[in-house]
């Protein structure tokens, strides 16, 4: 089975510019979640959907920051205008969650490792 | 607030040697507990997890992790580590009365470097 998909793997680009950070989850799993790694901060949940509908969003840091998932296959971050403070490995993660059965694991992809130059 | 702590930020073995991170949490109430690991350059990947029954879990490549009610921890072992155990580790606590709303929150994490 294929496992969580994110593209690009890197990215870098200078301030200013809008960034778009991909994501398709694992087929059949309903819930998806974005996070931020930096050194300074650790793991940071930034949004998760579930059945496509924006659950939790008070991680997204501000504005410039917004996410999208028009289907269950796909998920998009993006991030316009970027800054360097931006700079960090975000993550997709996915699981499969319904009903009672709820808190399955999350199956994280490789991440993007993006640097706002 | 929820919150979890790992007190541990860089811990060194020696090959063979017995490891135990530490993991507490702040939440009251019945909660799901998992341990991640991420090895260099790589995603997340799931060690072990508690959602109910025998406290102690067994996870995988030889880790266990035993929930403590009473003192809110949920500590990872390995009674012999290996080099290739070098990694990050990560606590993540989930409360299931939060129906609804899966947010997982992370420890700030443990770094494991094994000297061979």
């Known amino acids: 089975d294929a496992g969580v998909i994110q593209s690009p793997r890197h990215e870098v680009t200078e301030m200013g510019q809008e960034v778009t950070l991909r994501c398709k989850p694992i087929s059949g799993h309903n819930s998806l979640f974005w996070y931020r790694q930096t050194m300074m901060r650790g793991l940071e949940l930034l949004i998760y959907?579930?059945?496509?509908?924006?659950?939790?969003d008070s991680g997204m840091p501000e504005d410039r920051f917004s996410a999208k998932m028009p289907n269950a296959s796909f998920s998009t971050l993006k991030i316009q205008p970027s800054e360097p403070r931006d700079s960090a490995v975000y993550f997709c993660?996915?699981?499969?969650?319904?009903?009672?059965?709820?808190?399955?694991?999350?199956?994280f992809g490789d991440g993007t490792r993006l640097s706002i130059l | 607030a929820q919150s979890v702590s790992q007190h541990n930020h860089h811990v060194i073995l020696s090959e063979a040697a017995s490891l135990e991170l530490g993991c507490n949490y702040s939440?009251?109430?019945?909660?799901?507990l998992f341990w991640y690991v991420q090895y260099p350059g790589q995603h997340l990947q799931l060690l072990l997890k508690?959602?109910?029954?025998?406290?102690l879990v067994k996870g995988i490549k030889g880790f266990e992790a035993e929930f403590i009610k009473s003192k809110f921890s949920f500590n990872l072992r390995k009674p012999s580590v290996q080099w290739s155990d070098t990694a990050e580790y990560f606590c993540a606590v989930n409360p299931p009365s939060n129906f609804g709303n899966e947010k997982l929150t992370f420890g700030t994490g443990t770094r494991l470097t094994i000297i061979p």
């Open positions: 939440y009251g109430g019945t909660v799901n």
């Open positions: 993660a996915s699981s499969s969650n319904r009903g009672r059965e709820s808190n399955q694991p999350q199956h």
């Open positions: 959907f579930n059945n496509n509908v924006p659950i939790d």
């Open positions: 508690y959602f109910s029954g025998d406290p």
